[in-house]
């Protein structure tokens, strides 16, 4: 009690605290002191619930990033689905002017008739802008048959490496290398 009264006199004169504050802090410290060496099974119990948050805690963290993931996915297959669909809109719709400009030129009575009222300046006209027409479908047709294909491409999942590719030899070239000695034939890769 000596001591107590000790420094709770040196803490009260260098602060504003009451003395019987300072006196309940140390009293309480002791106390817990001596509980916690009684009755060790009351701290190691909160030790077992402390642990049992965290662990808690992790699982519900690993959980939502695997929602978050599927999430993730499902956002890229919603995304590739309105790409395909558009395209395929785009392509049908490029496909059907085409066929249009050709027919055009098919079977055109401006063209077929020799003697027409027309004069050949809007014939020329006519051809050149059909013509331009042509090509930009053809482009269009093309790009959005790209895009379809491509789009189908990111959505699908890649293979996983065989057991085979493993056991391979080791002076067989890697896999990566490969491109690179197609591209180069001629040339003599040093790694």
């Given amino acids: 009690v000596a001591l107590f009264q000790k420094g709770a006199s040196d803490l009260s004169a260098s602060t504003s605290f009451p003395i019987g ?4 802090a140390r009293v309480g410290v002791v106390m ?10 009351l701290f190691v119990e909160t030790g077992v619930v402390a642990a049992e948050q965290v662990f808690h805690r992790k699982l519900t963290e690993y959980e939502m990033n695997i929602e978050q993931q599927k999430l993730w996915r499902e956002d890229l297959r919603d995304l590739v689905e309105l790409t395909v669909g558009r395209m395929d809109i785009y392509h049908l719709v490029g496909a059907m002017l085409l066929e249009f400009c050709v027919s055009f030129y098919c079977e055109n009575h401006m063209i077929e008739a020799r003697e027409s ?9 006519f051809l050149l802008s059909n013509l331009s027409a042509a090509g930009y479908l053809i482009f269009a047709v093309w790009l959005s048959m790209h895009a379809s294909v491509a789009s189908h491409s990111i959505g699908e999942p890649t293979a996983a490496p065989t057991a085979s590719a493993a056991t391979a030899s080791p002076e067989a070239p890697a896999p990566s290398r490969v491109a690179e000695l197609r591209a180069a034939p001629d040339k003599v890769i040093v790694t």
């Fill in 21 to 24: 504050a300072v006196v309940a």
């Fill in 117 to 125: 009222d027309m004069p050949p300046w809007v014939l020329t006209f």
């Fill in 32 to 41: 817990a002191s001596l509980l916690k060496e009684m009755f060790p099974e």
